[in-house]
């Protein structure tokens, strides 16, 4: 009844088995389904929509699935009995492969709460997770979010939808969970209904999958120039920045004088040195209001452009429309690269006068969250850039929420506003951030580039801060992220390691993560964790030391990683003579060279600090 055979992402099949729909009736038995053959109702060179019918005895199913552009796959399910029908569950069942489901993203109502991020079990039977995980969720009844993806290092499988009218919701069961059942597959199981009812009318059920990446990454990433330097500036040119924020500016040559100098030239003060990659101007605005007292459309849409339960905006077609059309128009006429939104996250809203929100039995009202509406936003904001100035430079705050319908069309997932340390604590960003939590930061799984944030605050001292930036760095650039959001002249060393490596030339770099294995290098130091990007004929090497000072030995296999004979190799530290001088200096690049010991290499790393490491062919 419209649900997928099965969804292929990069040349890799994502699931074990057809999507089913099992109903089991009050006497026990499973509905046994006949369908017909799908319909394309329409076609269009980003859209295609399909019909889709099955039938059990008195139950009909009717879907209309619409298939978009950016792989998303909306499903329309309207089952209807004839007459009366008993069930005791309903129930969709998506049978992920099993190298498919290692790890989840969910996420629901919330800025810093309302979210997980965990590896899937390999070792449990039955329900491995669920999403009562989730925590502080405003539903009246039952357990519903509106997201979560399902996948592993090299891709996955989102799932999202509006809300959970047409279930059943209870407080009994979770409404999502993932089981295993069976070795032959991880399942993601959406409960519709999961206590005994009648079915006596007809219900509709939307939802959608979205599998990753869902694009390219964007030309150079990995030398991405985008800081919130390019962003907390006074384009609108109101006197303010975060609290009246509006998509236009008050002062357009004046705003054009900002954005052509910031044009002007490289961005030095995330490289240290001119790298090519020139300064953005990405205007800043907060995902919470537009100020009323500055713009009279907001007292004239009123509600309509509110949500109820949260403080938040609403992205349904006039406010969409509002957005887009101004925003194009700065863009054409100023020039600005982009735009920076805060805080996007799922944001319930129950009015139900402004259509919002369904009515349970009772009377009361369910929330519903806005996913479909505010995906079409971002993909409309995407398009209003490229047809303005032929690029864009769109930066989502999503920390805690990778939401791949909206970050999809983004071109920056601003991530890591979270875990604040002060220097009392003791503590720098490897202590603060675990794996688990950091492996969400890996861009290739999504589709988009991560910039990720640090949260040092308070008074440290600069040769304080200068080390744990150095954690900060290292275990960002471990994960192929990007440590530049929020930066502070303190990790120029790193960039100027990588562009010596030339890591913008998008199409000769691979990337290797520590989780690869048999991958050609490797390292028996427990506390050791290694990255490495190769291009022709070299390679350039990341270890990070999450223990105390200690000489690390990495293991090289130069055949398989296309590098010379080991006896060829030429090694260097990447950050060799670079120092960090603020006023005085607060560090320097170590004056030991690393040294070939056979087809390895062995470097001398600080406690929670790291190493880049040259590796190619000379004397």
Known sequence: AGLPAQIVSQERSLLAKPCRLEMVLADGKTAAWQMSEPKTSAQAEHRVVLEADAQSGDLQVKSVVTVEFDGMYKIDMTISPAKPIDV????????????????????????????????????RQGRVWDCRRVDSQPMLVGSFIPYLWIGSIKGGLAWFADSDEGWEPNDQEPAIEIRRDSQESADLVLNLVSAPITLDKPRTIVFAFQATPVKPLHKAWRMDSWWCGDTFRDYSCSGDIIWTSRPFTLDPAKCKEMVDAAHSG??????????GQRSNAVPYFIHQSLPAHLIPEVRYFGDEWRTSVSECLYYGDTLTDYMIWHLYHWAKECGIDGYYIDNMRPVACDNIDAGRGWRLPDGRIQPT???????????????????????????????NNMIIPWVGPADVAYDGEHHVLY??????????????RMRAAYPEQWGVAVNFMHEYQGGWEPEDLAKVMRAYTGWVGLHDALPSGNVNGYNRPFWIGRHRFGIAADDDVRFIGYWEKDAGVSCADKNAYLAA??????????????????EIKVEVDAKKLGLPPP??????????????????ELWK????????????????????????IIIEGGE
């Not at 003579?577 to 006023?583: E, F, H, I, K, P």
């Open 589 to 612: 690049a170590p004056d030991d060279t690393p040294i070939r010991e056979g087809a390895a290499v062995k470097i001398l790393v600080k406690r929670h600090d790291y190493r880049q």
């Open 369 to 399: 969250y806005q996913m479909f509406s505010t995906r079409r936003y971002f993909l409309r904001m995407r398009a209003a850039f490229h047809e303005a100035v032929g690029r864009s430079k769109i930066v989502l705050h999503m920390t």
């Open 533 to 550: 990007w190769l291009r022709p004929g070299k390679m350039l090497l990341l270890v990070v030391n999450t223990g105390e000072d200690a």
């Open 567 to 584: 006896e060829n190799w030429k090694i260097s530290d990447a950050e060799a003579g670079t120092s960090l001088n603020l006023g005085k």
């Open 423 to 436: 220097p009392e604590s003791g503590k720098d960003f490897i202590d603060a951030w675990s794996l688990e």
């Open 88 to 123: 005791k569950c309903v129930k969709v069942i998506v049978p992920l492969r099993n190298e498919t489901a290692e790890y989840l993203h969910a996420a629901g109502e919330g800025i810093r709460t309302g979210f997980d991020y965990a590896f899937i079990p390999q070792d």
């Open 266 to 275: 490289p961005n030095l003060y995330i490289f240290g040195v001119d790298t």
